[in-house]
Structure formats: C-alpha cells, structure tokens
C-alpha cells in the first residue's frame, strides 16, 4: 500500500484523526525499533504541518503499522530528520514507496491547508 500525505493546520489535528483510525501506539518511545528494523514498518499516512512564520516549526506525523500489526504515530519535528535518526528512516521508507499523491488523486483538500 502506498503511503498518503495530508497537509493540517495542526499536528493535533493529525493525530486525533490517526488515533480514530485506530493508529494508538506512540512509535516514538520505540525509536532504537523502527532504526534497527525499519523492514518491520509500513508508512500508511503521512501528515505534514508547516509553520506559518517559522520554518522551525514544520512536523511530519506518519501513521506506521508494524508486521506484528501494531499501528501508531511517529512525531518529528524538522529538527529530527538527523543521520541514523527514527524520523530519516521512516522518511526514506515513505520516498522508497512513495507515488505522487497528486498523480493518483490520493491527497485530502477537505477543512485542511495546502
């Protein structure tokens, strides 16, 4: 499955809609996981928030379930996309499977930000 990315006024916003999806496990306390198996992870939403002054305050959020069938969040802040870092992996396994959500009519415009 390829992964989806929506844009939001809020990172809040992102993961109150994940956690109805049923997204419940807080991936971000299991960082040494997701950096040493990243094979056991699939991206299954992308939420992007932009800052409206401050580049620093971008975040992504994905929604990631594992091939226990575990699904939950990771939050990172622009700050977090480091080498050897949960956020990179995660990032560079969206890019690896990743088509282009406008090609595919895949992206939410629905009470959300471009």
């Known amino acids: 499955m390829d992964s989806k990315m929506y844009h939001y006024a809020t990172v809040s916003k992102a993961l109150e809609e994940l956690t109805e999806k049923g ?3 807080d991936f971000n306390i299991q960082e040494a996981r997701i ?3 990243p094979n056991d992870f699939t ?4 939420y992007r928030y932009e800052g409206d002054s ?11 379930q594992s091939t226990t069938g575990e699904k939950g969040v990771f939050v990172a802040g622009l700050s977090a996309f480091t ?3 949960a956020a990179m992996v995660l990032n560079e396994l969206s890019i690896k499977g990743k088509k282009d959500p406008i090609e595919n ?3 939410k415009t629905d009470g959300r930000t471009t």
């Open 23 to 25: 997204f419940l496990v």
């Open 35 to 37: 950096i040493n198996n």
């Open 43 to 46: 991206i299954m939403h992308i």
């Open 54 to 64: 401050d580049p620093g305050d971008e975040a992504m959020v994905f929604g990631i």
């Open 83 to 85: 080498e050897n870092s």
């Open 105 to 107: 009519d895949e992206m």
